[in-house]
């Protein structure tokens, strides 16, 4: 069955502590793997596609990876602005899109 | 940039009241979706369509209907309102890509049936 997990399901940091979040997914066949970020209230917004193991891709304090398994979300130096639950997708041949549940980001000043 | 335009940010409906939510895409693409969000229960889709007057049923079509009559628009309807239906409705359009189709969402309509 395909799946995507992210973990951890929340993430409390200080103010410039770089963590990653996880994205691990199990699909028959990878087409695409997104990032997204959602502020409370509001549609997600869209952060990067990568396509292919070994692919990163950037976009200010965020950096992200991608293997055959998973998926990470790296955050250097994050700051307060910077909080927001970050989603994660994949889509599989036969075009299925299926979401994790997100990581709850929240950083401290 | 993208634009994906809900028509509605926040509607209180009566339980067996017709709801209409509308979606209007800037981008010329062929794929729109409806997806609602819940707490605990993530993004689950409930309509999607590759072209106009074409649509698929997704993982929780009960108790909604669609209507694409133009590319750009793409309808969600309820025909009778429930309370279960209290929800956060999320709208989204991607091109036909021979690669990774990039979703992208409308701000949301947040809807309360009372």
């Known amino acids: 069955e395909d799946q995507v997990t992210q973990s951890p399901e929340a993430l409390r940091l200080q103010e410039g502590e770089s963590s990653s979040l996880n994205c691990s997914y199990t699909v028959s066949g990878l087409r695409g793997l997104f990032w997204y970020r959602q502020d409370p209230g509001k549609g997600p917004e869209f952060l990067f596609t990568?396509?292919?193991a070994g692919e990163e891709k950037e976009k200010e304090r965020l950096k992200a990876t991608l293997t055959k398994k998973e998926s990470f979300l790296h955050i250097t130096a994050p700051k307060p602005e910077d909080s927001a639950t970050y989603l994660c997708?994949?889509?599989?041949?036969?075009?299925?899109?299926?979401f994790g549940k997100g990581t709850r980001l929240h950083i401290l000043p | 940039d993208v634009k994906v335009t809900q028509s509605s940010r926040y509607l209180v409906k009566r339980t067996g009241e017709k709801v209409f939510l509308e979606c209007v895409q800037d981008m010329d693409h062929e794929n729109m979706f409806w997806y609602r969000q819940d707490p605990g229960l993530g993004l689950r889709l409930i309509y999607f369509s590759y072209d106009v007057k074409m649509k698929e049923k997704g993982d929780i079509p009960e108790g909604y209907s669609v209507s694409r009559e133009k590319k750009e628009r793409f309808s969600l309807i309820l025909e009778s309102a429930s309370t279960n239906q209290t929800s956060m409705y999320l709208c989204a359009s991607s091109p036909l890509a021979p690669s990774g189709n990039t979703i992208y969402f409308g701000e949301g309509s947040w809807l309360t049936v009372v």
């Open positions: 990568l396509y292919s």
């Open positions: 997708a994949v889509q599989a041949f036969g075009d299925k899109i299926i």
